[in-house]
């Protein structure tokens, strides 16, 4: 993980996500946590994942694997992924749709593409975020919750298309219920469309899925691939060099810091030392006609904590 310098009055840092691999070929970048920035509002985790093609008789499968303490969020660009978890919940998500999984007290869950799309080959390009739960709400019943890509609002104006993913912004409010005040905005601006990045919410960012960003009256630019980090307070306007899509993410800081540990997030170290003896005791409940899982990856190191 690098950042690079920026001389854009309003920009704190700009991000430069390294690539990962995650098997099979199937690569994302993980913009967030990082070294410089570990949260974004309430956002602990980004990835970036594709867009990847996969031959027929290949798949995107991340097995069945745990998490406590936070909310993960899936979102399509293209492709399609099938969800399954342990409270029996089976539900593929296409382009535009929102999954929310609502991790609290532990939830087990398993994303693969799907059989008809496995055998044809298939294609994968979107984000999945984790987003930590407030202190008073880790702990909370696990829930599932699909949002279909109609009920999701979606604004437009002079080559400016916001859909908005979850929280508030721009005069809308997505139906995805969220335990804190946050913006996740998925933005797609025509050539030299211009958006305005308000001061809504104390900490925000903007990461470039495609094309470039100027910001107007300033010098710079920033390109696919980086996760270009506000100031509090500061207020620009974003104009597109081409065709470009950004993400926008947000909110209020949470109170206490947060540990990030494999795929368990808490404001205790030691809640998620349980969590890693409960997963390696195989006490989560398991995803119903799925025997397959993650195992705890044996170096795992102590809880870091994952403040902004």
Request: hydrophobic share 45%; no cysteine; proline share 6%.
């Given at each position: 993980m690098t950042t690079r310098h920026s001389d854009v009055a309003g920009v704190d840092a700009v991000i430069l996500p390294p690539t990962r691999?995650?098997?099979?070929?199937?690569k994302v970048r993980r913009a967030l946590p990082s070294a410089h920035r570990r949260m974004v509002g309430p956002f602990i985790f980004f990835d970036h994942m594709g867009p990847a093609t996969f031959a027929a008789g290949q798949a995107f499968d991340v097995r069945p694997h745990?998490?406590?303490?936070?909310?993960?969020v899936t979102y399509l660009i293209a492709g399609e992924i099938l969800h399954r978890d342990g409270l029996g919940n089976v539900q593929a998500i296409r382009p535009g749709e929102v999954n929310w999984m609502t991790a609290g007290s532990g939830i087990v869950h398993s994303e693969r593409t799907p059989d008809t799309e496995r055998r044809a080959g298939a294609s994968l390009f979107g984000i999945q975020a984790w987003v930590a739960l407030p202190k008073a709400h880790e702990e909370t019943e696990p829930g599932f919750f699909h949002h279909a890509a109609t009920t999701i609002p979606r604004t437009e104006s002079d080559g400016a298309a916001l859909t908005l993913i979850a929280g508030r912004s721009d005069g809308l409010v997505s139906p995805v219920r969220t335990y804190?005040?946050?913006?996740?905005?998925?933005?797609?601006?025509e050539d030299i469309?211009?958006?305005?990045?308000?001061?809504?919410y104390v900490e925000r960012a903007?990461?470039?899925?495609?094309g470039a960003l100027e910001v107007v009256g300033q010098a710079g630019r920033f390109e696919a691939g980086e996760l270009v980090v506000f100031k509090p307070g500061a207020e620009l306007v974003l104009r597109a060099a081409g065709a470009t899509r950004l993400m926008l993410i947000g909110g209020e800081p949470l109170a206490e810091p947060r540990h990030i540990e494999w795929n368990f997030v808490s404001s205790s170290a030691e809640r998620i030392a349980q969590a890693?003896?409960?997963?390696?005791?195989?006490?989560f409940a398991g995803v119903p006609g799925d025997s397959e899982f993650?195992?705890?990856?044996p170096d795992t190191p102590s809880a870091r904590p994952a403040s902004a």
């Open positions: 691999d995650l098997g099979d070929g199937f745990p998490h406590i303490g936070l909310a993960t804190s005040d946050m913006v996740y905005a998925d933005i797609v601006l469309a211009r958006y305005q990045v308000k001061a809504e903007a990461y470039v899925v495609s890693k003896e409960d997963w390696r005791a195989q006490r993650i195992p705890l990856p």
